[in-house]
């Protein structure tokens, strides 16, 4: 392959020997070059990173993968870059997309759908489908800032792949439910720490609405009901993930005592309430649609919801 299209494939890890060795052989005969930035792991990541050539970078564990991803970025020598999480995998049919982009001269960064596996199932619903990400781009086309889970910025122009499972990312994500949690816990940690450092005063409604608001725009609004029961059970995890998030920042603010204001508690909880009538009903509502008794018995409980709603 010509200098001027190589492929650099830059991982970041900590402690993913479970995982790492599938995603390196995935791309075995795709890169041309292998960065590992080895957040410090203390299992065989190293060595298996070294058994498929790759060059190891090892850095200080931290909380979040952004600034060791910019890391392994700057030490990426390909014109083209492919970014992947240790438990991510690519299919034939995407490497063979991906080097057919390198030919192009009006391309600087590419958006890939990903499938999510999740406690073993891939999710179509959710919000985890087509779940476009950036991962290949030209070098110093795209770079990461520091917050957790923030969008990349970008230069030039950009390409979206058609979201079809041929041409698609694989990610092996949530293995387990304690794996799930597991993680909850730490991210929740990174971003209370992120909303207290901009001085963000938590409310009640923090508490009772945004939980429900996750739950209904993942099993509602996205459809996660069509994933079954996985998808009822991620998005409850889901609901109770945002929900830590400001428990933690209360416990990190000291966990001090504080009456509860009886007309907020009522309000937050009857808006609550409201949001889910309202999506569940909506669900009902196109379930039912060939049954006019049902219909208009779910029309009069939404408008006793919209009633009796405390502002």
């Given at each position: 392959?010509?200098?001027?299209?190589?492929?650099?494939?830059?991982?970041?890890?900590?402690?993913?020997?479970?995982?790492?060795?599938?995603?390196?052989?995935?791309?075995?005969?795709?890169?041309?070059?292998?960065?590992?930035?080895?957040?410090?792991?203390?299992?065989?990541?190293?060595?298996?990173?070294?058994?498929?050539?790759?060059?190891?970078?090892?850095?200080?564990?931290?909380?979040?993968?952004?600034?060791?991803r910019?890391?392994?970025?700057?030490?990426?020598?390909?014109?083209?870059?492919?970014?992947?999480?240790?438990?991510?995998?690519?299919?034939?049919?995407?490497?063979?997309?991906?080097?057919?982009?390198?030919?192009?001269?009006?391309?600087?960064?590419?958006?890939?759908?990903?499938?999510?596996?999740?406690?073993?199932?891939?999710?179509?619903?959710?919000?985890?489908?087509?779940?476009?990400?950036?991962?290949?781009f030209?070098?110093?086309?795209?770079?990461?800032?520091?917050?957790?889970?923030?969008?990349?910025?970008?230069k030039?122009?950009?390409?979206?792949?058609?979201?079809?499972?041929?041409?698609?990312?694989?990610?092996?994500?949530?293995?387990t439910?304690?794996?799930?949690?597991?993680?909850?816990?730490?991210?929740?940690?990174?971003?209370?720490d992120?909303?207290?450092?901009?001085?963000?005063k938590?409310?009640?409604?923090?508490?009772?609405?945004?939980?429900?608001?996750?739950?209904?725009?993942?099993?509602?609004?996205?459809?996660?009901?069509?994933?079954?029961?996985?998808?009822?059970?991620?998005?409850?995890?889901?609901?109770?993930?945002?929900?830590?998030?400001?428990?933690?920042?209360?416990?990190?603010?000291?966990a001090?005592?504080?009456?509860?204001?009886?007309?907020?508690?009522?309000?937050?909880?009857?808006?609550?309430?409201?949001?889910?009538?309202?999506w569940?009903?909506?669900?009902?509502?196109n379930?039912?649609?060939?049954?006019?008794?049902?219909?208009?018995?779910?029309?009069?409980?939404?408008?006793?919801?919209?009633?009796?709603k405390?502002?």
């Open positions: 392959m010509p200098k001027s299209t190589l492929i650099s494939v830059v991982i970041n890890v900590r402690n993913e020997a479970a995982n790492l060795e599938h995603c390196l052989k995935s791309i075995s005969d795709f890169a041309n070059e292998i960065i590992i930035t080895d957040m410090s792991s203390t299992d065989d990541s190293a060595k298996i990173a070294l058994k498929y050539g790759a060059k190891v970078i090892t850095i200080k564990p931290a909380k979040v993968v952004e600034h060791a910019n890391i392994g970025l700057a030490k990426a020598s390909g014109k083209w870059i492919l970014l992947l999480d240790p438990d991510e995998y690519l299919r034939k049919t995407l490497k063979k997309e991906l080097l057919s982009i390198t030919s192009r001269s009006d391309i600087d960064f590419v958006k890939i759908p990903r499938m999510n596996f999740i406690f073993g199932k891939w999710l179509r619903h959710s919000n985890m489908w087509p779940d476009y990400l950036i991962r290949f030209k070098k110093d086309s795209v770079n990461w800032k520091r917050e957790i889970h923030s969008q990349p910025t970008t030039g122009n950009g390409l979206t792949l058609l979201d079809s499972n041929k041409l698609a990312l694989r990610h092996r994500n949530y293995p439910v304690s794996d799930f949690v597991y993680r909850a816990l730490r991210y929740s940690g990174v971003q209370a992120e909303l207290k450092a901009q001085n963000y938590i409310k009640l409604s923090d508490l009772l609405l945004k939980p429900t608001q996750e739950f209904n725009s993942r099993f509602f609004a996205a459809e996660g009901f069509k994933d079954g029961l996985h998808g009822l059970i991620f998005s409850l995890l889901q609901a109770f993930a945002i929900s830590l998030i400001y428990i933690r920042l209360w416990e990190k603010n000291g001090s005592e504080k009456a509860l204001v009886k007309e907020s508690f009522v309000s937050g909880s009857q808006e609550s309430i409201y949001e889910y009538g309202y569940f009903s909506k669900y009902f509502r379930e039912y649609s060939h049954n006019p008794i049902k219909n208009l018995f779910i029309k009069i409980r939404q408008v006793f919801n919209r009633l009796t405390n502002y």
